[in-house]
Structure formats: C-alpha cells, structure tokens
C-alpha cells in the first residue's frame, strides 16, 4: 500500500512512520510519499525517518520520498493522511495573541482561536480535498488536521465517507480510565460522545459490566490521573462522567484564561521557538547518523512534558506524571484504520465521522466523534445514549459555530465570520467579536477572502 502525508514536514510525521515500522503483516504499507510545501522542513523530516529505519533496523522498512508537487503526491495513493497547518506556528501565536488581548481563549482548537484557525484551513482543505477526488479518487482520506472535526467536515463536502477524522485525546483517555480500572484497553468498551475535543465518557464497559460508576466513587483513584486532576473528584462525580480534557477550557474558562495571560509565552509561541530550533538542528548537513532522530525524541520529550500547562496551572496541580506523558497514540489509530480498511480487519475506534442519525440534535451531515465500528467499507457509527441537556447546549452551541465558519469560507462573508465568533461560548459579545476579526484579518494574509 501507498501513503501520502500531506504536511509531511510536520513535527508528528515520525510517529506515524515509527508505527509503520513495526507493522510487519501482509498487505503493509510499502510506500511513503512526504509532501509539504516547505522543503527545508521536508529534508529535517527525510533526515530522521531515515534515522528511524536505520535504527529500527527493520530490512524492508516504508521507502520515503519527499515532493513540494500536490498531484504528485496524491497519484497512486491507497490511503492519505492529512495534518497540514495553515499559517505554521506563528499563525498559532498570533492566534493566541489576538484573543488574550480581548480576555478571551486564544487556544488552537477551541474558542476565538480554533475559529481563526478553522476560518484560514477551510478553503485550503475543501482545495485539497477536490485535488484527492480528481487525482487519487479511490484512496481513503485519514484527518488530523485541526480543528479535525470541522476540517473533516469541510472535506466530506467532496469526498463523502471516505474521509475519517481521528484525535489522540479520547484515546489517551480511554487508555488512562481503563488502566485505572484494571482493563486491558483494547479489552474495554468506551461509551464515548460529542465533537472533536468536547467530548464525554459516559461508562466503560469491562466484560459488559459499566466500571465507570466505581471509579467515580473513588475520590484517590480520580485525582491520580490527568483529567482527574485537572477537574477534581468532586466535579466528575457532578457530571457522571469524565470529560476530554479540552473541556477544562470551558468549565474553568476564566482561570484559564488569566492563567494564559500570566505565563511568559503562549503554547503556539513555544512551540513555535522550540520547532525553529529542532529543524535548524535535524536539517543541518554533515551530521552522524542518529543526530536527527536524537534531536527530534529531545524535542518530542519536552513538549509532552508542557502540554496544557497553564490548565494545569489553573487548577494547581504541578506538572505532569511520567504516566500521562505518553502519547494518546493518534499514530496507532491511524494505523488500526488503515488495517481495518484495507485488510477488512473489523475494529472499533473513537474518530470523527459523519453522525447520520446517531445524534437526535445534529443533522445527518455533522460530524460527530464516537465509536465506530470499522471495516472495509469505512467507519459506521454506533448507536450512542443520547447527550444530557448540558452537554446538548455545548455541542449544539459548537456545531453551529463550526457551520458559520463554513459559510464564511464558502462565502467570503465577513458578516457569518463575526457570526461564527460572537455565538461560541467563550466568546461573551459581538463588539468583541467584530474586534477580533479585524484583528486576525489585519495579521492573516489567509484571510483576505473575508470581505
């Protein structure tokens, strides 16, 4: 099989090839194609997925190929995975920036800045998405590119089931619930549902017995994990279930914002530095084999170690443990679908697909995020419990942000673009809406289109 990443300079490209690696079954992945239209990015990335071959020691490993030419990308590809960033880091610091000056959430996905950033990738994806059905018409479409279930939205407008949006956020919970409980997590069932990052679990069924309710009664085994943590025992149990961890933006809205306006940098202008000096390192000619795949892990290490900091600021619960810092496994997913898909291997996994009508409030083209059942014919939602009215008014509130974002970019409207701000729930009036938007439009070139 052929794979195509498009963003194939990104810093979470060695994951999916480290999967790759050891992924010995028939019918594996022989080839991938790496594009991106930065090529100094591409050779860092070249230079350390030929490190992990080398070190991995694996005689047939993926062959890699770097191009900047889409269509030559796309010809021939079995599977795409998609995980491109419009604007790069610094557009995610500016993001950020902007709405902090407003008093308002300024993060990547959720809020002022996912709109920003969703109103810059929209148009960019429903391109690409119309090159995939003109050059590799039979390939599947895997999105990680964020806000993942808006983009996998905007996508499906062309592609239809054969885009499948995945995160590693409600895996990573899941894995983390089930441990606690005892479970192997590939052995338990997990009642998941909502949209992309603003999700719930609701049980977690062990030999089709729900354990949930044993873990929400166990005030120490609640607070010994990330999310645990983050929201307190007390709260959980308010809820009867564990939120994604992305929720913490919502419920403790203003500590953390003030948490974000008080830290010495934002998280996309960390990232921002940190990357700039990970590429000048991998990219750099004349070095030892191993020193591009040495400086990536460094790289990787302290990123996890600072994910979501200022949340964990806010709630006053110090840094990570080394049991939280492992990856949700967004790279094992991808992985398992492909599989599934191409092999016709069933497996159930939580990924962001069109809701049909498992969601009574959503229409049937939304995209939703529950468990699927997957085989060779693409995901299948199952049938979920519906949401309670408190989660009701979150999803609906955020599903009808992400449609105005969608118009806006099939419109160029400015006036569905300050809609899209002024109705989220983080976003507490329309001057500051309006505010916001000509602020992102006087610092994005991509969102000339707005008129």
């Known amino acids: 099989m052929r794979l195509t990443i498009l963003g194939g300079g990104g810093f979470r490209v060695p994951l999916v090839y480290g999967a790759l690696l050891g992924d010995h079954a028939e019918g594996r992945v022989s080839h991938v194609t790496l594009y991106d239209e930065d090529p100094a990015r591409l050779t860092a990335m070249a230079r350390v997925l030929r490190d992990q071959a080398e070190a991995a020691g694996v005689p047939d490993a993926p062959a890699v190929t770097a191009t900047a030419d889409l269509d030559e990308a796309l010809r021939g590809a079995d599977f795409v995975f998609s995980a491109i960033r419009v604007g790069g880091l610094e557009g995610r610091a500016t993001d950020e920036r902007i709405a902090l000056a407003e008093g308002v959430l300024g993060q990547e996905t959720v809020g002022a800045g996912g709109i920003a950033y969703g109103l810059r990738t929209v148009p960019v994806a429903r391109a690409i998405a119309r090159r995939i059905a003109r050059v590799a018409p039979e390939a599947w479409v895997i999105n990680f590119t964020n806000p993942a279930g808006l983009v996998t939205e905007a996508m499906a407008e062309e592609l239809g089931e054969r885009v499948i949006g995945i995160c590693d956020s409600p895996v990573g919970l899941g894995r983390r619930i089930a441990r606690l409980l005892g479970a192997r997590p590939q052995e338990a069932w997990i009642d998941y549902v909502g949209l992309n990052h603003l999700g719930w679990v609701r049980g977690l069924r062990i030999g089709g017995r729900d354990e949930l309710p044993r873990l929400l009664a166990d005030t120490k085994a609640l607070e010994s994990f990330e999310e645990g943590r983050l929201f307190g025992a007390e709260w959980l149990r308010s809820l009867g279930a564990i939120p994604n961890e992305y929720l913490h933006y919502y419920y403790f809205n203003r500590d953390t914002v003030r948490a974000y306006q008080e830290a ?51 709630a006053g619960v110090g840094e990570r443990d080394e049991s939280d810092l492992e990856s949700g496994g967004y790279e094992k997913v991808a ?114 289109y707005l008129r």
């Not at 940190?274 to 990123?303: K, S, V």
């Not at 409030?361 to 408190?390: F, K, M, R, S, Y």
């Not at 009701?392 to 899209?420: F, M, P, Q």
Request: net charge neutral; charged share 20%.
């Open 264 to 314: 010495a940098q934002t998280r996309g202008a960390f990232l921002r530095d940190q990357q700039r000096g990970f590429y000048a390192e991998a990219g750099r000619d004349g070095q030892p084999a191993g020193a591009a795949l040495a400086a990536w892990d460094r790289t990787r290490a302290e990123r996890e170690a600072t994910y979501m900091a200022e949340n964990r600021e806010a």
């Open 335 to 448: 992985l398992a679908l492909m599989r599934a898909i191409a092999r016709d291997e069933r497996a159930t996994l939580i990924l962001n697909v069109r809701n049909g009508s498992t969601l009574s409030v959503l229409d049937a083209e939304a995209v939703i995020e529950v468990p699927c059942l997957v085989d060779a014919n693409g995901a299948h939602p199952v049938g979920v419990a519906q949401l309670p009215l408190h989660a009701v008014g979150l999803v609906t509130a955020v599903k009808a942000v992400e449609r105005e974002v969608l118009a806006a970019a099939a419109s160029g409207s400015r006036a569905a673009a300050v809609k899209a701000f002024a109705l989220h729930p983080l976003v507490d009036s329309v001057a500051v809406a309006r505010r916001l938007l000509d602020g992102y439009a006087a610092e994005h070139p991509g969102l000339a």
